[in-house]
C-alpha cells in the first residue's frame, strides 16, 4: 500500500560493495528511487474511491463528461460570481471531454488530482474537487477548488468531499499541507473549510480573477499535524 512505499529509507542504502564501481553503484540507487516514485503514481492512480454514507468521490473519467456538462449547465448562473470567466464553447460535450483529459495527464504526472463528487444513493454527479498546484520538495503542498450544485446544497456533500479529499492528500498522495481560499463574502464555502479544521491564516489582496474582477481572497490552510483523520467507511 501508500504506506509501504515509503519504507526504503534511500540514504542508508549504504557504501557500494567490493568490486562495484562508484558510478553503478550510485545509477543503481537512482534507479531505485525512479522506481520508488513510479510505484508511488501508480498507487495514487488506482487509489480513486473514497466514501461516505451519504457522499463518495472518485477519480472523474472520460465517462462522466456528459454529467458534468449537465451539471455544469444547470449552474451556469449559480457559479458564475464564484468562478474564472470561461472561454467560448466551454460548456459543451467536447470541452469537457478535453478537461478531464487534461486532469487525466495532471494525476500522471502528480501535479494534480481531480474528483467527482457523487451521491451515494443515487451515484448522480452533485459537484467537483481538485487538489491542483501540487509542489513536492520542501512544501509538499496542494491548493484545493470546490464546487457542488445549487440542487444539492444543505446535504452535507461539499463538507464530505473535502474530508475525504483531505484523506487522499494525506495519506495518498503524501502531502503535508493543503490550501484552499474563499472570496470574503462566500461565507458558506468558509464554514465548510472550518468544519474540516482548516485555520484561517489571513486574507490575500487581489487573489484571483473571478468573474473578470481581481479578488481578495480568505486563505486557510491544513497541515497532516492537524487532520482530524479518515473519514471514510
Known sequence: NSRQLHSVDLSRVGTPAAGLSIALFLSLVEKLRVAQVLCQRSTIVTMTILRTTTTYIRRLMVADSKAMLALRERNRDFLQPWEPLKQPGYLTLGVQRLEIQRTDQEWSADRGYAFGVFDTASDDLVGRLALS???????????????????????????????????FAFETARLHRVQAATMLNNAASARVLEKNGFSFEGVARRYLRINGNWEDHNVYSLTVEDWRGPLSV
Do not use: D, K, P, S
Not at 496542494?142 to 483531505?166: D, I, K, P, Q, S
Open 133 to 167: 498546484n501540487i509542489v513536492r520538495g520542501a512544501w509538499q503542498n496542494a491548493t484545493m477548488g470546490y464546487f457542488v450544485g445549487e440542487e444539492y446544497n444543505g446535504r452535507g456533500h461539499c463538507t464530505n468531499a473535502v474530508a475525504l479529499a483531505l484523506e
